[in-house]
Every structure is written in structure tokens, then in C-alpha cells.
């Protein structure tokens, strides 16, 4: 079946500094990939999303790239902020369904 | 932007009890869902529905029930609640522009 993994369960780092989250799905339908962030006590809320494969989608000085032949939609970003504090979720919708399937998500922690 | 409410906002259950989790939408949207979250398990699809009057199961459905009883209306029901449904509950809906809009969120603690 359709599935998600996300490797980095915690990834703490200083601000300023660049981050990257891993994110592999396994699929035999055609992906849509998408990133939502979690701040705490907040409900998730949508980062971004992709369904192009090599094109990179931006928002909020986050990006990432869907690439079929890895299977991979990593998010990234050039210069956290305190703010970037957050879980990070990573999840796929497949067959046009609109059910999605998150990964366990990965903890961010921006030190000052 | 999209808007789903949830209530109530936090529960506490005895085992055995029956709770009734309802969310609320205003977005005119067909697909509605209910997640729950776990540390370490990231957000599971329990039900949704993409109709009134009619529900689907998802990955994790045991143990409860999902009513649909109009478009904006979907709810979640711990018919005989136990202390493994102890999380946080998250319903949501679906945009025909590939976005899925959350809740706030239940805290349910069955004790």
C-alpha cells in the first residue's frame, strides 16, 4: 500500500542556519506530494504541495522538489528563524483520492 | 480562508462512556475527514465522507463511528470508550484546489 517516511523524527539547529527534511513516499499511482507545518497547540495548516515532477514549489522561504525517479519531496529552507519551531509533516495523495497519508513527522527546534 | 470548528475542544471520558466528537464547516466542501494524532505516529485517517448521509472508513477505523448528517456536519463517535483512544483529534476538510483545511483540535483523555 501507500506509504510515507519521514527519517529525522527531531532535528534541532541554531537560527540562521539551513535545514533539510526528509521526505520518501512509495506509491505505484501518480503522487501528490504535500509539506504542513504544526506550531504547537495549532492545528496543521498547509505549506506546500506539488504534483510536477523536477519543478520547485516555494512558500514562505521554504521550498521543495518532487522527484518521481527517487520517490523523494524533501523540504528545505536556506535560513531558519525561531519562528520555524514546528512539526513537520509530509504526506501523499494518490489514485486522485483525496484521503491523505502522512509520515510520523519530524520535530524542528531553532535555538537563538 | 477556510474555516472547520471543532467542539468540544478538550474531553474527559471514563472508559466505557460514550463521546461524541462534531465538527463543523462553513466552506461549502464535499470531502470531510477525522485524523487522530500520536506521538510518534504522525496523523491517521480514521473516517471521512464525501457525501451527507454517507461515510467511509479509513486506515484506523475500529472502535468507532462517523456520521454525516449534512454537508457541513461530521461526527465522530467512541461508542465504548477506552484508555488506547486517549489522543488528540483533528477533523478536516477538502478544497477542490488540493488543500486539505484543519480544526483546532479535540483533546480527548479517556480515564
Known amino acids: 500500500g501507500d506509504s510515507v517516511t519521514q527519517t529525522e523524527g527531531l532535528v534541532t539547529l541554531t537560527k540562521g542556519l539551513p535545514v533539510m527534511l526528509n521526505c520518501t513516499y512509495q506509491?505505484?499511482?501518480?503522487?501528490?506530494l504535500f509539506w504542513y507545518v504544526q506550531h504547537l497547540n495549532e492545528a496543521p495548516k498547509l505549506l506546500l504541495k506539488s504534483s510536477t515532477d523536477n519543478k520547485r514549489t516555494e512558500h514562505q522561504g521554504f521550498y521543495a522538489t518532487l522527484h518521481k525517479s527517487s520517490s523523494s519531496f524533501h523540504l528545505q529552507k536556506s535560513s531558519v528563524q525561531l519562528s520555524d519551531s514546528a512539526l513537520y509533516f509530509c504526506?501523499?495523495?494518490?489514485?486522485?483520492?483525496?484521503?491523505?497519508?502522512f509520515g510520523t513527522g519530524t520535530t524542528v527546534s531553532v535555538s537563538p | 480562508e477556510a474555516a472547520v470548528t471543532q467542539s468540544p475542544r478538550s474531553k474527559v471520558a471514563v472508559t466505557g462512556g460514550k463521546v461524541t466528537l462534531s465538527c463543523h464547516q462553513t466552506n461549502n466542501h464535499d470531502y470531510m475527514y477525522w485524523y487522530r494524532q500520536d506521538t510518534g505516529h504522525g496523523l491517521r485517517l480514521i473516517h471521512y465522507s464525501y457525501v451527507a448521509d454517507s461515510t467511509e472508513k479509513g486506515d484506523i477505523p475500529d472502535g468507532y463511528k462517523a456520521s454525516r448528517p449534512s454537508q457541513e456536519n461530521f461526527s465522530l463517535i467512541l461508542e465504548l470508550a477506552s484508555l488506547s483512544q486517549t489522543a488528540v483529534y483533528f477533523c478536516?476538510?477538502?478544497?477542490?484546489?488540493?488543500?486539505?483545511?484543519f480544526g483546532a483540535g479535540t483533546r480527548l483523555s479517556v480515564l
Open positions: 504526506a501523499l495523495s494518490s489514485q486522485g483520492g483525496r484521503a491523505l497519508i
Open positions: 506509491t505505484t499511482y501518480s503522487p501528490f
Open positions: 478536516a476538510s477538502w478544497d477542490n484546489q488540493n488543500t486539505l483545511y
